[in-house]
């Protein structure tokens, strides 16, 4: 077993994949070099790669960039600077195989980043999904009993401290009613498509909704809007894969790593007498 192993198969069930584009490729290593034990985690961090290292991985799959470039195109000079240097210089010096899958486990049904993280977050009554263009099955909506705003934002929050996230940030009346929240992949999150099926509340990541083009758009066309980190969204369907690695490949040790940096809030300092 070896890296090129695991990553055809991983691509010869995920049609939906552009092959000749795909990000999903080996970012540092011998893709060739036997495997036994396989870390998984979010993003190839410097934290995450030392403990995968530490636990005598000879690979490390994540589903974002290892190099801070989405694409990590080989003319780009994005190695040739710190940090991305001295990591560099850590996978030379230990070995480790990094590859990446995230085009492939986007839209993975089930277990994959969007079934994943509507299932840890509860939501089960699937209602409608968008089924064409680039961003086909990216978005979902779900049906939930009824409930204000104000209570459904702390659900949502009381089930992502788990991840590492201490709250959400909410935009909307909280006493407005609500009974179908919409979500999507990452930073490609659910926008007018979902609006357009009869979503109330849409669940969006920072960095893929910014405030002008997408979350205040989003308010004035009707629906509400709460606010997560990118990797809280898509955590729970890193940990799926490392599960379905391991069941897939019993000849296999995989681990799940999950060190790279949270954000959290920090509540304002009580007015001075």
Known sequence: MNTNDIREHLLARAPWVDRDRTVDTVKAGDPQKPVATVGVGWMATRYDLRAAHAAGCDLFITHEPTFYDHRELPESDCREHEPAKTKKAFLDETGMVVLRIHDTWDNWPGIGIRDSWAKGLGLTDFLAENTSGPQARWHAVYRIPETSLGEFAA??????????????????????????PALG??????????????????????????????????????????????????????????????????????????????AWHADAAPAQA
């Open 155 to 180: 659900y949502v929050a009381a089930r992502v401290r788990v991840l590492g996230q201490d709250g959400v940030e909410v935009l909307g009346n909280p006493d407005r009613r609500v009974s179908r």
């Open 185 to 262: 992949v990452g930073c490609g999150g659910p926008d007018k498509d979902m609006v357009d099926l009869g979503a109330d509340v849409l669940i969006v990541c920072y960095d893929g909704a910014s405030y002008w083009r997408s979350r205040e758009r989003l308010c004035e066309l009707g629906a509400a809007v709460i606010m997560v980190e990118h990797g809280t969204s898509e955590m729970w369907g890193l940990e799926n894969l490392a599960t379905y690695l391991g069941d897939t490949f019993p000849e296999l040790t995989v681990q799940y790593f999950a060190e790279h940096p949270r």
